[in-house]
């Protein structure tokens, strides 16, 4: 009977063992299903979008007021940073109200605007902005809080 028992236990635990690789097996799927659909997620996220970044460059040519130039743009995904230089402060004043209505950009904040009295650039106003990229989603979800 001992001899009889010991076989049923032996043959359990190779049973067991094989159902362990199995639940193994499982949770490797799981998981290699899951990173399948975290990519998919991003590739459907990135062809959705993959269009706002022209319109927001389109927008930002068309909320350039007369007299603003930018020498430089930064983006950071939805931070951007301008630095620039400007006939006046009034000048950025109507930039940084233009990107309040545009479609595409938002939350302008003016960083550091200085006078230059020397130079080339006499009489004229160096500038660093930051705005948020948006999409028309965007300034609807906030219109409809506001």
Same mark, same amino acid.
């Given at each position: 009977?001992?001899?009889?028992?010991?076989?049923?236990? %032996?043959?359990?635990?190779? $049973?067991?063992?094989?159902?362990?690789? &199995?639940?193994?097996?499982?949770? &490797?799927? $799981?998981?290699?299903?899951?990173?399948? @659909?975290?990519?998919? %997620?991003?590739?459907?996220?990135?062809?959705?979008?993959?269009?706002?970044?022209? /319109?927001? @460059?389109?927008?930002?040519?068309?909320?350039?007021? $007369?007299?603003? /130039? @930018?020498?430089? #743009? %930064?983006?950071?995904?939805?931070?951007?940073? #301008?630095?620039?230089?400007?006939?006046?402060? &009034?000048?950025?004043?109507?930039?940084?109200? =233009?990107?309040?209505? &545009?479609?595409?950009?938002? =939350?302008? =904040? @003016?960083?550091?605007?200085?006078?230059?009295?020397?130079?080339?650039?006499?009489?004229?106003?160096? #500038?660093?902005?930051?705005?948020?990229?948006?999409?028309?989603?965007?300034?609807?979800?906030?219109? %409809?809080?506001?």
């Amino acid at each position: 009977m001992i001899d009889y028992q010991s076989s049923r236990n %032996n043959y359990l635990k190779s $049973e067991i063992k094989k159902v362990e690789k &199995a639940i193994a097996e499982i949770k &490797a799927l $799981e998981k290699k299903k899951a990173d399948l @659909l975290s990519r998919m %997620n991003v590739i459907q996220e990135l062809q959705g979008n993959r269009s706002d970044s022209v /319109h927001m @460059l389109d927008e930002l040519v068309k909320v350039l007021p $007369e007299g603003v /130039h @930018l020498t430089k #743009f %930064n983006q950071k995904k939805k931070s951007l940073t #301008f630095d620039g230089i400007a006939q006046s402060n &009034a000048r950025v004043s109507a930039y940084m109200r =233009n990107i309040e209505r &545009a479609e595409w950009l938002q =939350n302008p =904040n @003016l960083k550091v605007i200085q006078s230059k009295k020397k130079g080339e650039s006499e009489g004229y106003s160096e #500038f660093t902005l930051t705005s948020q990229q948006a999409s028309p989603n965007d300034k609807k979800k906030k219109d %409809n809080k506001g």
